[in-house]
């Protein structure tokens, strides 16, 4: 099924306070954390439901998943009949409470 991608305004601000968190110590492995990250997206792009619900965010349609990249990040995104949109990369030692900030409608 093919399903329009959109990435959010949010997401964008999280990719970009991590790779800069992260480049400050070592810019070698922001680079690796920007393309470990394309390559997961690539494949979640292929088979969105391949990847687990988030927990935190439970709906009867498990519209909410996540995929860990780097053994330490989570990519969380929203999959419905038209739409795979992409909320949020967080650090996999974020509190819960968290998490659900991030459930949304509004997709700016």
Same mark, same amino acid.
């Given at each position: 099924?093919?399903?329009?991608?959109?990435?959010? &305004?949010?997401?964008?601000?999280?990719?970009?306070? %991590?790779?800069?968190? /992260?480049? +400050? $110590?070592?810019?070698? %492995?922001?680079?690796? =954390?920007? +393309?470990?990250?394309?390559?997961?997206? $690539? +494949? /979640?792009?292929?088979? @969105?439901?391949?990847? @687990? @619900?988030?927990?935190?965010? @439970?709906?009867?349609?498990? #519209?909410? &998943?996540?995929?860990? =990249?780097?053994?330490? #990040?989570?990519?969380?995104?929203?999959?419905? %009949?038209?739409?795979?949109?992409?909320?949020?990369? /967080? *650090?996999?030692?974020? *509190? $819960?409470?968290? /998490?659900?900030?991030? &459930?949304?409608?509004?997709?700016?």
């Amino acid at each position: 099924m093919k399903r329009k991608k959109l990435f959010t &305004r949010s997401f964008a601000k999280y990719f970009e306070a %991590n790779y800069q968190y /992260i480049y +400050k $110590e070592s810019p070698q %492995n922001a680079r690796k =954390f920007a +393309k470990d990250l394309d390559s997961k997206i $690539e +494949k /979640i792009k292929e088979r @969105p439901t391949a990847f @687990p @619900p988030e927990s935190a965010l @439970p709906t009867k349609k498990n #519209w909410y &998943r996540f995929a860990i =990249f780097m053994n330490k #990040w989570k990519i969380i995104y929203k999959v419905t %009949n038209d739409l795979l949109i992409f909320l949020a990369i /967080i *650090h996999t030692n974020r *509190h $819960e409470k968290q /998490i659900k900030r991030i &459930r949304t409608n509004k997709y700016q």
